[in-house]
């Protein structure tokens, strides 16, 4: 029995982008809706689920950052890539705020943005495979919801990117054991985005706001130097 496709909501205005990602992506065999705007975006998102939604910003009727507002508040599991012309750091500082897994500026590479979207989808299973429930986990100061991507400190909800969900379960499946960098990179990241060990260092900081009461004394995820983290949890 073939596996099911992967579903796809394709946000872009446009044409000439969204008729060669839509032939291209189907091609790859995932199930591609391609809408052009805010509006047709949102009512495909009420209508059906999706496994990754691949959203431009600049729409004619809003911005493709309420479109992934909605997808993170009603269908939390599926991965969102910005695809845009919007490149200034402000705007990728804000999408990846938001919860997007990845943000390519336009002009992009087709290869290199497919190998992008198999990765978040990758990633989406992995994270999606140790939900057994909607049981919240307490992980320091922290209420971790994995099946809403939430996490609950200091009376504030954080969403969390798939990258960091990812990174969060590895480290708890993995518990009271030495976690290196370099097996970090490999079970989180894939080599085409370029990531490094100053990537993890980074994540585990974003982490450690949520988690620690002191983020510079770190109680619950520690570093062992020269190697990697270690999570202590009871």
């Given at each position: ?158 969403s969390l990117t798939h990258k960091e969900a990812a990174l969060l379960k590895l ?24 990531p490094s060990s100053r990537t993890v260092d980074n994540f585990i900081l974003r ?28």
């Amino acid at each position: 029995m073939s596996e099911k496709k992967a579903k796809i909501l394709l946000v872009e205005d446009e044409k000439n982008v969204g008729s060669t990602l839509t032939e291209r992506l189907n091609r790859e065999n995932y199930e591609v809706t391609w809408s052009q705007t805010k509006e047709d975006a949102l009512l495909q998102l009420s209508q059906r689920k999706f496994n990754l939604f691949l959203l431009d910003i600049g729409l004619p009727d809003g911005s493709g950052f309420d479109v992934a507002k909605e997808c993170r508040k009603t269908q939390p599991s599926a991965a969102v890539v910005f695809l845009t012309a919007f490149t200034s750091p402000d705007d990728r500082v804000h999408g990846l705020e938001l919860g997007a897994e990845d943000y390519i500026p336009k002009p992009f590479h087709l290869k290199e943005l497919i190998l992008r979207i198999q990765n978040a989808l990758k990633r989406a299973k992995y994270v999606s495979e140790a939900i057994d429930d909607d049981a919240p986990l307490t992980i320091g100061q922290a209420s971790f919801h994995f099946s809403k991507f939430e996490a609950t400190s200091g009376g504030k909800i954080h969403s969390l990117t798939h990258k960091e969900a990812a990174l969060l379960k590895l480290l708890l499946e993995r518990k009271g054991a030495v976690v290196s960098r370099d097996e970090i990179l490999n079970h989180v990241w894939s080599e085409d985005e370029f990531p490094s060990s100053r990537t993890v260092d980074n994540f585990i900081l974003r982490l450690r706001r949520i988690i620690e009461k002191d983020p510079e004394n770190p109680q619950v995820i520690k570093s062992v130097r020269g190697v990697g983290y270690q999570i202590h949890v009871v």
